[in-house]
């Protein structure tokens, strides 16, 4: 399965920026579906973006939606993340993941992908 690791979480204050990556080594990115998730403490784990695999379509979650924007750069085999406008609800660890079964995004926020990377702390407090 893909092996994945995200980096670039922190702490940042309401309306701060954070870009988050997700990279892969033995693995083509561009070959498969790419989703963010994110759980806060208390909260169940929520699915918030995804991009597919090739034309590289993408999903939002409501919450996120005009504030998020995931893409992919091919040449260095990352998904990212870039979270504008953040919120103090935003606060949560955030998960890549993936697996070589699934090349598109409808219905990500509830396929059980195989593959997750470590997580990485997004803070958002003044």
């Known amino acids: 399965q893909l092996q994945l690791v995200e980096s670039g979480g922190g702490l940042v204050q309401p309306g701060g920026s954070l870009r988050l990556s997700c990279s892969a080594s033995?693995?083509?990115?561009?070959?498969?579906?790419i989703a963010w998730f994110r759980q806060a403490p208390g909260k169940e784990r929520e699915g918030v973006s995804c991009?597919?695999?090739?034309?590289?379509?993408?999903n939002y979650a409501d919450s996120v939606l005009g504030r998020f924007t995931i893409s992919r750069d091919n040449a260095k085999n990352t998904v990212y993340l870039q979270m504008n406008s953040l919120k103090p609800e935003d606060t949560a660890v955030y998960y890549c993941?993936?697996?070589?079964?699934?090349?598109?995004?409808?219905?990500?926020?509830?396929?059980?992908?195989?593959?997750w990377g470590q997580g990485t702390q997004v803070t958002v407090s003044s």
């Open positions: 993941a993936g697996d070589t079964y699934h090349y598109y995004c409808s219905g990500y926020e509830s396929t059980p992908y195989g593959s």
């Open positions: 033995r693995f083509t990115l561009n070959y498969y579906a």
């Open positions: 991009i597919s695999s090739g034309s590289g379509k993408t």
